[in-house]
């Protein structure tokens, strides 16, 4: 491992920026809140890195904040290496959301409502550091990432990274299902459109309207392969082969769509434990490959 991921820890203050607002200091924690074109307002951590470093952002999975360990464990030891990172909660339709939201609640959240966001914070992102930034997902928060650069073909991003990329649809650990579609799409046919209960992702029991429904639905296999096709991004993709919650198969077949694909051996979903190391060392090749480019 590099000297990357060997420095000291980083002391946090707390700042809101409603703007660019103050800077802080290299290596610092500080956390940011925005507006959101929601009118709510969404929390993030920033770490402000050294000036020839590239701008990183990080988003979270399905239901999650940015406190999950995962992203959490990847953003400081990104920032101890001197880079500037960013990784924001989606407000999920909930103002200053700082903890995971609940299978069982009532979820008003959708797919276009999340991309605005990541847009937001891109362009914040942008605008602070001057720079392109690399965007890094962990497993349904690359679909988050994948819908916004496939909806943004001009974006400011100069590579993505996708850990555990999974879809939505009937995968291989959700419990969603094309009954539950078919629910949805018959109750917009009949122009109801109130809120019923589905399954999606990890949740058996999800309630939320069938529009909000289908367009996380909607994002199944078929479609996530046809972004990575269309996207203009240079993409990167790591899993890891213990990983029971993803197709590696169909992850293995995506080079043919000119992505990156790197696996790692025994690793799961979450790379936690002894492996957290070996997702750094991926994150550290791929972005040294494409800072060279």
């Not at 959101?36 to 239901?63: N, R």
């Not at 392109?132 to 496939?150: C, F, K, Q, R, W």
């Not at 589905?198 to 429904?213: D, E, H, I, K, S």
Request: glycine share 6%; net charge negative.
């Amino acid at each position: 491992m590099s000297g990357w991921f060997l420095r000291s820890a980083v002391a946090v203050t707390s700042i809101i920026m409603l703007s660019l607002g103050p800077v802080a200091a290299s290596g610092e924690e500080v956390s940011v809140t925005l507006e959101m074109p929601s009118g709510h307002s969404a929390e993030a951590a920033y770490w402000a890195g050294e000036p020839d470093m590239p701008a990183i952002l990080i988003q979270h999975g399905f239901l999650q904040t940015h406190h999950f360990p995962t992203v959490r464990r990847l953003a400081s030891a990104l920032a101890d290496s001197g880079f500037n990172v960013l990784t924001h909660s989606l407000t999920l339709g909930i103002n200053q959301r700082t903890a995971s939201l609940p299978c069982e609640a009532v979820h008003t959240h959708s797919m276009p409502k999340t991309r605005e966001e990541i847009a937001t914070w891109i362009d914040w992102l942008h605008t602070r550091t001057g720079q392109e930034p690399v965007l890094i997902g962990h497993s349904a928060g690359s679909v988050n990432l994948l819908d916004y650069l496939a909806h943004s073909p001009e974006a400011p991003v100069r590579h993505a990274i996708f850990i555990s990329v999974t879809f939505f649809g009937h995968g291989e650990a959700a419990f969603e299902s094309p009954e539950h579609a078919a629910r949805a799409r018959a109750d917009l046919a009949r122009n109801d459109s109130g809120l019923a209960e589905y399954a999606l992702g990890f949740c058996r029991q999800y309630v939320t309207t069938p529009t909000a429904y289908l367009s996380y639905y909607d994002w199944d296999k078929q479609r996530t392969d046809r972004a990575f096709q269309t996207i203009n991004t240079p993409s990167t993709l790591i899993a890891g082969s213990a990983d029971d919650r993803i197709d590696l198969e169909w992850i293995e077949t995506l080079r043919q769509h000119g992505a990156e694909v790197r696996i790692v051996d025994g690793a799961n979903h979450f790379f936690d434990q002894m492996h957290e190391f070996d997702l750094l060392d991926e994150i550290e090749w791929a972005l040294h490959r494409h800072q060279a480019q």
